[in-house]
């Protein structure tokens, strides 16, 4: 058994890592920790069984487990990476805290690093690309819920050269779940409901950098998104329309070969046939990411279609896939493939 | 033109007063307050195209307008309406502070009542029961959301005589915008979305009170209710499905006729057919309070559904009623009938 | 391994079925038949990745599995049963047509009962109440959607004889798929989202006399109930509202030790403590019965309020824990307890 | 009073128009029609007090109307508006039959078009583009619900030769109305809720010719669009994300100046200050178009987001817009702006 802590337990991803693990053979859960709900069941907090105690942050018993799982804000997170990992666990952090390997891109969209020593021994938790690091790594990075879709459908594309020019457009619509569990004017239920908005429209939003710094690492040149998130009235998923431009030679049934090649052995990426679309319906509530192309109208132009869970696939369902990596153990334990 | 201040005007029922002052042919909104948002534009605020200024509350000048449609929490809204009286405007209060007319009551169901005194002077506004009063009065008591559907349907049944038993049951069910603009736990969209929920059952509820007040008063004995109000995953209306027992030589026929005698001239109250039962669809963004009648399957006993809109009918809507009762203007001005 | 066959597959149970059975370790599915969609893959008729080919309901080899599921209309239902019986299968039937055990009610409420000499053999798959039966069973009829919170929540109270009175009002709300997959004017997007309705109010809905002869049953005295189902804008998912009148002599604490006496040791059916009542997000998406209790305001009055989600422990999940417990295999396999 | 005939009534764009004309005091509904539901009253199809009879549509007294709607399909509506305007009504096609001015294209994308010679004298609706053709037109072929946002937004920046390349990416994002009151699989309530989904994308969507026509028109050059419609879990509303590039020495100012000084005096037309983008919310159930920019991050790279009311703005509310200017009457009659 995998003892694990969960640190910041009561949010979203917490409760989806909570889920994950009551169905997980091979895991113990030792410690659940929130800062408001300190001493409450987790019944309590939350419309489900579950009757763990959640325990205050500072009484977290990190060396107690074999890795916490850090679903704390960005900042908070780096700093408790670094006393899991010197009390011996290792760490999967959920927050952006090690995502961005250029610590000035960090600083720049973020804020000052707690503990910049720590970036450079961070893998990146995209399981697919980085499954070899990540097996033998005591940090990991777990990706962004916008970035996953794209970069999984893009990667086997840039590397074998067939997408052409610098910039690429991301049309990202994701379920409020993605906006965090804290009661806002913008989460309330009457803002959300019949209503749909962009926001952080262009190269304002976060994910922003991360999408880019995973493509320029993947095509070995520098790679530029248009990237607009809008927030859907559901709870849950990500759906990206992806326009981008390829070499004009390839045709559809190359691109689909592609990323067959690819994910055919991936318990967790699917390729739709041509003909069809990737929907929320598709990935809700299990760790799949959905792969779909279409011609755009032109040579050389294509729709990539990609849906995932946010809070599965986009975030707990990748740290415990992570996990299941760091650990030896069956990488679908706990999770619907 | 009626002149007309809002205070309190950044809530779900201020918004809904601009809304239909904006259609409204007789009125000039002279201020809207907010303590929140005051110095911005309503169009800050809301997804609209109003231009004015929210101001400070203390900075409205009563004196300056006809009437004051107090949007504010019981306990404020009752010093409120004592200083826009003094001011010499007329009042009002879509608040609690005047719905019961028994101070004890208040006093057990709410708190310290601030301004007892003027408990007399209110008249219940309910329009089409006390339209006569409400024409005269100076102080309006804007209905609850939830009594209106419930006291408009028994209202002809309890004036004949025909209710039997001492005990009615109310399953009533209602949308998010009813619980306010304030952004909590319970009002987050993934905390409503999907989900369906019952709170305050039985005799919690600050409306059960209002509502046996109410059907005491009509029918000259006392009432008793069980009130289960629910939370729906919409953003308007309410449905309530009543359970009540009437003089089994009542027939189907004689209940409707009952409520058309009643309402024919009334446009804002709709009788359903036989064989049709209200749905929220009946009356949402309308100010129409839709009543039907089912049986329940033995002699005497009858299933009624009400449906309105929680900001239109029951609550801004029914405001704007009162006041175009209040000064003589044509009932239906700036409202849906 | 088990063997099974699914009838009717294309149908939201049909779906839900084959869903438990991808997570369940020992069910092999042999076939499943759907008339429109004969010879295409279910993932070309859901957003999944099942690749089983449906064939044509005349072409399901019933004697090559263990264990048919009948998710077939009622009618069809029966006739398929007894094909099923004859061919060595043992038979889950999830349509209405032997969960009546009178005949005479069953025409009354349905119609000419196709094959009546199977009636006596039926038993009725309400697993915590008929487990052992069930065990032996080579028909089960898995019981109504609406049915099984209301009598899993009275059972051990009439048991105990605590009810009081002839008749309990049940104020139901449900989810569209119990709607069934048919594209109607009842089922259209536009119709359900923002909206909420009553149907079938008192004694007209098909589900009333199941419930009155289960309840009749348990009580050894005849019952009745006021039923009366709403269409709630979620997909999935019954929230049962119950008046019902107790023993004046039974507290609180009585009600929920006779429910935890019951029910501690199921898997499936949770007792809520006092102060907290059942929501849909304590079951959907799980097998999971969730039971609450609260005072209605009057001596001896209570409210009783039950969830679960209807295409799971309403249907294909109680059909799994059924053959479940015919097979002698864990009763929760394949179930999110 | 304008005597107005609706065929095809019983859709959702009828009953739009039926609720226009309830408010709107210089119309009076001579008759409407519906094959499906002639003989019924309008409320018995629609939760709505409108008493109305439907009546047959070969019964419509085409010539005792001074304006015929047509809600009806495609190819049917062109041969009622060659009979209508026979009878003497001018006609308002809500259907795409006179949309397309070229004959080749509008049979390439729909079928052999039923009354060609008609086409010439049909005015493209567009009420703000062409308003002074429209005031003396008897055949208005009624906007697209998707063209009307990007055209009005790109219209004042193809005119002043702002926009560059030869082809925009529209992301549009519809309520379900838009697919009609039709029940199919598609609009299944269950299909859509939690869903979110693209659909005919980059040029295979009627609307795409539509659109082009009138950049190409707009810009007296060829322009080009990849277009892709996605299906948003909302009744109502259309949000459209459009990707452009513009001479790089626009600021974001020169746009918004551009777009007021076209629209300024339009009553329907909002422009939002610089930093809000448009939202459902700020369209739905009213007539307006709600324009809005964003840099995309890169020199002369823009994102406009458009937001109307596929069923008002984008269908029913035009025609009626286009109405009151083809009768002389104030163009905001019956309207919400």
Same mark, same amino acid.
């Given at each position: 058994m995998v003892k694990? !802590?969960?640190l910041g337990a009561a949010g979203y991803t917490g409760f989806e890592l909570l889920s994950i693990f009551e169905r997980h053979s091979e895991v113990e859960v030792t410690f659940a920790t929130s800062g408001t709900y300190a001493g409450q069941r987790y019944s309590d907090v939350y419309p489900c069984p579950y009757d763990i105690t959640l325990i205050a942050p500072k009484e977290a018993p990190l060396g107690d487990v074999d890795v916490a799982f850090l679903c704390t804000p960005h900042g908070a997170s780096a700093r408790l990476a670094q006393q899991a990992l010197a009390a011996g666990a290792r760490c999967v952090d959920l927050s952006a805290d090690f995502r961005l390997r250029d610590l000035a891109t960090y600083?720049?969209?973020y804020a000052a690093h707690p503990v910049p020593e720590l970036i450079p021994q961070a893998v990146? !938790?995209?399981?697919?690309i980085y499954r070899d690091q990540i097996a033998g790594?005591?940090?990991i990075a777990n990706p962004g819920c916008y970035p996953t879709g794209p970069l999984l459908a893009l990667h086997p594309l840039l590397k074998a050269g067939a997408v052409q020019g610098e910039r690429i457009i991301i049309d990202a619509k994701s379920g409020v779940s993605g906006a965090g569990a804290k009661p806002t004017t913008t989460t309330h239920f009457c803002s959300v409901h019949d209503n749909f908005s962009a926001y952080k429209p262009g190269h304002t939003h976060r994910h922003a950098p991360e999408i880019e710094q995973e493509l320029t690492a993947y095509a070995g040149q520098p790679w530029r998104v248009v990237f607009t998130p809008h927030l859907l009235p559901v709870s849950r998923g990500i759906l990206s329309t992806i326009y981008v431009s390829l070499d004009p030679a390839w045709e559809q049934a190359q691109v689909l070969d592609a990323?067959?090649?690819a994910y055919d052995a991936e318990p967790f990426v699917h390729v739709l046939p041509?003909?069809?679309l990737a929907t929320l319906a598709h990935s809700v509530n299990t760790n799949r990411c959905v792969l779909s192309l279409a011609p755009a109208g032109a040579p050389g132009e294509w729709i990539i279609v990609t849906s995932l869970d946010n809070l599965v696939k986009g975030a707990a369902g990748a740290a415990a896939q992570n996990m299941n990596v760091m650990f030896g153990l069956d990488e679908t334990l706990g999770l619907v493939s």
């Open positions: 694990v !802590g969960i600083q720049e969209w990146y !938790g995209l399981t697919e790594a005591d940090l990323w067959h090649n041509e003909g069809q």
